[in-house]
């Protein structure tokens, strides 16, 4: 019985030692999403519309190359959509744009914009401190500052 006690535990202690090292060997995340409102956004059109809302997801495609492929949708924008970005910057504060989101102005619902772009020094940064990066859309007439925000690393309600 001793024995097999002493057998148990060995297993037990291999086992644990394996997850860790599972752990550590996790890979970097391939997906990022931003939830986005109006509440989140800086400025005259901070809490516009409590109806205003969007997702945007991002997925790595090519790790070497830094090359992400992303997803805009959105309901309720007031106005005509003209931009979309990401920007650098805390919860509440507006920051510098790092990433141009290029789509085809006009949509307010739905799908509002889809690309790909290549950046590894961004995408490296945002890994290191997702909470310090934001997407907003733009607005016009509406809210050309900016209409709804959402930060990475906060997935909403």
Known sequence: MRRLGIALSTIVLTLGAMAGTVAADQPAASTFIAVLNSDNETGVC????????????????????????????????????????????????AGPVVQPLVFPAGNENGVIGT???????????????PGNYYVNVHTAPNCPGGVIRGQFGDHGP
């Open 46 to 93: 901070a809490g516009i519309s409590n109806s205003a809302r969007g997702v945007a997801v991002f997925h790595v495609t090519d790790e070497a190359t830094g090359t992400v492929e992303w997803k805009l949708v959105a309901n309720n924008l007031p106005g005509t959509t003209i931009a979309a970005h990401i920007h650098r910057g805390q919860p509440g504060v």
């Open 115 to 129: 690309g790909t772009f290549t950046n590894p020094a961004l995408l490296a940064a945002i890994r290191a401190d």
